[in-house]
């Protein structure tokens, strides 16, 4: 997570705002891909409307183009989390039919309105917005986030790595473990340092996450503790008076 926050950090100016996500919930997100793997999960995020943004916290990861009201729930720190739905890519999105019945208005889509938030995983898929996740995130008031999962073994869902934008990476890039002797490339692509185990016997290689608005815009995420301090937050602080 510190190391999320550094490459959050220098890369501010190229967001037009922030959204502060607790690493304690981040953990449990991660958590809930993994027992779901290979599946897709869908979960429903709200913020905690008594706790905004730290204000110094929010000015050091603040750019010079920072945009006040781009999105519903903006300067608060996300509060919970709840799993709404389980599925493929193509179903995901969509939510079980006791979550439209008349509870729900009919223009508030397919995904209804109950939170502000949204995020789902991509197993072994870059998290980069597909044209589903961008149809999908027009009817969300925040921000949507995606969740990526390298693992193996790949089944049928070999990692896809072959599509523009850029990677946002919780640590460092998977890459292959330099061995002695030629591998064929398929090996060589399976010869990854592994970061943990899934319920489902899932090895992980690597994780990513971004966020992001209907208009095409990334938001800038940003891990905090409790107290709503970025993790590496004396680092962050000293860098920035040498």
Known sequence: ?????????????????????????????????LQALPDEILVGLDIDAQTPHVPEVQALFQSSEHTDGLFQGQGFIIGEAHIVNRGDSYSVHHLPEDWTDDMFSTSRGSRAGRFTHWLHTHPNAPAIPSHADADAAQETHGVDMILGLRFSPEGPLPWYDDVEGVRRRVGAEAQPTPTKRRRRSFFARQNLPVLGVAPSGHKIHEIQLIAFRKNGLGINVILVDEEGLPFGWDNLRTETTQ
């Open 1 to 33: 997570m510190t190391s999320y926050n550094q490459d959050s950090f220098q890369s501010r100016e190229s967001y037009t705002a922030q959204i502060h996500l607790p690493g304690h919930l981040f953990e449990e997100l991660v958590w809930w891909a």
